[in-house]
């Protein structure tokens, strides 16, 4: 199994079993494994499972689907007497640590997998396509994983298939966007409508910048820039990007490079819509979200005085969550942009539509109800 982690367990006779260990979390292999059948009980697995134990499922795959959601129904239970988080700075710190440990326990019953993905268990479906769409091909190993982990397989494997539909892209049906597994999809329509509504400074050429599914660069496109150039770092998100570009007929228009923030040379307009919060993200799939010590965002602001043409403009779309949750200080954002020697020449605002910012149960609702997302429209101080 070359350099692969494996995990270790002795089966029902004794003996032991070694397989490969798969976790696109970046969970560790589990150093305590027993076997789990549908005799566990979902109160016994919790406290297994709050131990350190994994349980490696042998009985039927729909009776280990059922043991994960009620592990999660105990997980959400609210704590009685909890005194109320005295910022929504501590909200939101408390917050991620209920999600990391909701994450570490569900993810405590894991399933086998034969070589070709196949799932060696009673009623078991047919998971193979998604988890090669996830994973690529077989290397002929058989491996374990966490259930949990599977199960977002299938849901990204569905929205893969159906794609989300883009208002700004036109009609259908070439106006919908597929997410691979791993990649952000865009079903947060206001951040679309800004790009799609803001004054175009140019049509001869645009860069994005971390693209993404590309969503970004084929509304530039279908809005009528004459080139696009799209970079992204990640391997799944410059294999979705392309994808996207080639089922929307926009290859001759939009180039998807890779590249760490910039492409070589300037633009009229340059796009990018960085993750939104500065915090660690804990696993690689939260990187479309976290942004640690706006590494992104400082990179972006740092660095596109260089990369703009004459009279260009750069488009900066982002919330203002942080800051209302008191992870990024009120006027920092304006003083990265002055101290980067840009300036504001406009802004479009929308209110966010998510469901969670209608949500009063949401522990971050006080937050996410007042939240405003913003496109900055940036040039070189210079050219002013």
């Not at 990391?100 to 193979?128: E, K, M, W």
Request: aromatic share 4%; proline share 8%.
């Amino acid at each position: 199994m070359s350099d692969s982690p494996t995990v270790q367990w002795k089966d029902s006779r004794g003996a032991l079993q070694t397989a490969r260990w798969r976790s696109e979390g970046g969970l560790p292999p589990p150093k305590r494994i027993a076997l789990a059948d549908d005799t566990l009980k979902a109160d016994a697995a919790v406290r297994l499972a709050s131990e350190g134990t994994q349980l490696l499922w042998q009985g039927d795959f729909q009776n280990a689907r059922n043991l994960v959601q009620a592990m999660s129904r105990r997980a959400d239970r609210k704590p009685r007497n909890k005194a109320a988080p005295a910022s929504m700075r501590d909200a939101f710190n408390v917050h991620r640590q209920a999600q990391g440990h909701r994450s570490r326990l569900l993810a405590s019953v894991l399933v086998p997998l034969s070589a070709d993905y196949s799932i060696p268990l009673n009623r078991a479906p047919d998971l193979r396509q998604a988890c090669r769409e996830a994973w690529g091909p077989s290397d002929g190993q058989p491996c374990v994983t966490s259930l949990r982990e599977l199960l977002g397989l299938v849901g990204a494997h569905e929205w893969r298939k159906r794609g989300v539909e883009v208002p700004s892209l036109g009609e259908p049906p070439l106006n919908r966007i597929h997410a691979h597994y791993g990649v952000f999809s865009p079903v947060r329509g206001e951040y679309l409508d800004l790009v799609a509504q803001a004054p175009l400074p140019s049509l001869e050429l645009a860069f994005d910048i971390g693209t993404g599914t590309g969503v970004l660069a084929a509304i530039l496109a279908r809005r009528g820039v004459k080139r696009v150039v799209a970079t992204e770092l990640a391997p799944r998100a410059l294999a979705c990007a392309r994808e996207n570009v080639k089922r929307l007929g926009l290859t001759n228009t939009v180039e998807v490079v890779e590249a760490d923030l910039f492409p070589d040379g300037h633009a009229p307009l340059v796009v990018c819509n960085p993750p939104w919060l500065p915090a660690r993200p804990t696993s690689p799939l939260e990187h479309a979200v976290y942004d640690e010590d706006s590494r992104m965002l400082r990179g972006f602001i740092d660095g596109l005085a260089a990369h703009l043409s004459p009279g260009g403009e750069g488009w900066l779309v982002m919330s203002d969550l942080a800051e209302l949750l008191g992870l990024r200080a009120p006027g920092e954002l304006a003083s990265w942009i002055a101290g980067a020697g840009l300036v504001v020449v406009g802004r479009l605002d929308a209110r966010a539509l998510h469901p969670k910012a209608a949500d009063a149960a949401d522990p971050l609702h006080a937050a996410r109800s007042r939240e405003v997302t913003t496109l900055w429209r940036l040039a070189a101080a210079s050219a002013k």
